[in-house]
């Protein structure tokens, strides 16, 4: 696996070092599995996109139906 090397204030490097040991896992881990997660957020389809398809997979349909001001912001 290809090796990275990073510059971090010595603040971060103390605080990141608690964090990998809290969740279990070196420094190199924590910041391999967050850059991969950060990876995969960023390809993911937007939240709407994302809702719009699972809309389509459950046949939901807002056709036909109208809401008022006071219907939707009802409290």
């Not at 290809?2 to 608690?18: C, F, G, K, Q």
């Not at 391999?32 to 699972?54: I, Q, Y």
């Amino acid at each position: 696996m290809p090796t990275v090397r990073i510059a971090l204030n010595e603040d971060t490097l103390v605080a990141s070092r608690h964090l990998a040991r809290q969740r279990g896992l070196s420094l190199s881990r924590l910041v391999s599995d967050l850059l991969s997660e950060a990876v995969r957020a960023a390809n993911e389809e937007p939240w709407p996109g994302r809702l719009s398809a699972l809309a389509d997979e459950m046949h939901l349909s807002s056709a036909g139906c109208s809401w008022s001001r006071e219907d939707l912001h009802e409290r």
